[in-house]
């Protein structure tokens, strides 16, 4: 019988969290880890991925039940899985937490914040990960001035990545152009294990 990791009402990363322990507790088996948002299903099927496990996931009554299976036959052998490279041997990540650049009047924040990304577009070398958190997810939705520049960063290859907590709490999920919607795990993870970070 699978063990049953039950999540509902915990918030990011808390369900990634939990689910990455009962996997690193086991070396064969399955677990079902349920949740109530889809924001937190998306975060534990990116944990599978990563993780090397295979993912089935159910719907019932509004809540996301996700088979993770460890060990299985199916399941790409150990030896053959391809190295992970350690992204933190050099990677370059930029946090921004905000969607104004510095303090002062707003319009210049605004001006400042946009040409920053523009520029970002013509300069090199680019960061590896640009991460959005708190009100800078607003610069990665619908309205944002920067959108376009963005995804050209994000053509040349810049992982963009915006905080799904925050864009719950300023109801803008839907709203999102450009990137994936991450938690607050893969955040910190990608800042620990980062060569060079900027925040802003």
Same mark, same amino acid.
């Given at each position: 019988? #699978?063990?049953?990791?039950? &999540? *509902? ?9 939990? %689910?990455?322990?009962?996997?690193? +507790?086991?070396?064969? $088996?399955?677990?079902? %880890?349920?949740?109530?948002?889809e ?6 099927? @990116?944990?599978?991925?990563k ?7 159910? +719907?019932?009554? !509004? ?7 460890k /060990?299985?036959? /199916? ?26 650049? !510095? ?5 210049? /924040?605004n001006?400042?914040?946009? $040409? ?7 300069? +090199? ?12 997810? @607003?610069?990665? &939705?619908? /309205? ?6 963005? @995804? *050209?960063?994000?053509?040349? $290859?810049?992982?963009?990545? #915006? &905080?799904? %907590? ?6 803008? @999920?839907e709203?999102?152009?450009? $990137?994936?919607? #991450? ?13 060079? #970070?900027?925040?802003l």
């Open positions: 019988m #699978s063990r049953e990791i039950d &999540c *509902r009402g915990l918030n990011c990363p808390q369900p990634v969290i939990n %689910t990455k322990k009962a996997l690193d +507790e086991m070396k064969a $088996g399955s677990i079902i %880890t349920i949740v109530d948002n924001v937190a299903k998306e975060n534990v099927k @990116k944990l599978a991925q993780m090397n496990t295979l993912v089935d996931v159910e +719907e019932k009554d !509004g809540n996301y039940y996700i088979t993770l299976t /060990g299985e036959e /199916g399941v790409q052998p150990i030896e053959n899985i391809q190295p992970v490279v350690q992204k933190g041997n050099g990677e370059f990540v930029i946090l921004i937490g905000n969607d104004k650049m !510095g303090t002062g009047e707003e319009e210049l /924040g001006i400042l914040i946009k $040409g920053y990304l523009y520029t970002m577009t013509e300069v +090199e070398p680019r960061p590896d990960k640009l991460i959005f958190v708190n009100n800078g997810v @607003k610069l990665a &939705c619908i /309205g944002s001035p920067s959108i376009e520049h963005l @995804k *050209r960063l994000e053509e040349m $290859g810049v992982e963009i990545m #915006s &905080c799904g %907590t925050c864009l719950d709490y300023y109801h803008l @999920k709203q999102l152009q450009v $990137g994936n919607i #991450s938690n607050m795990y893969t955040i910190v993870e990608s800042l620990h294990e980062a060569g060079k #970070s900027i925040v």
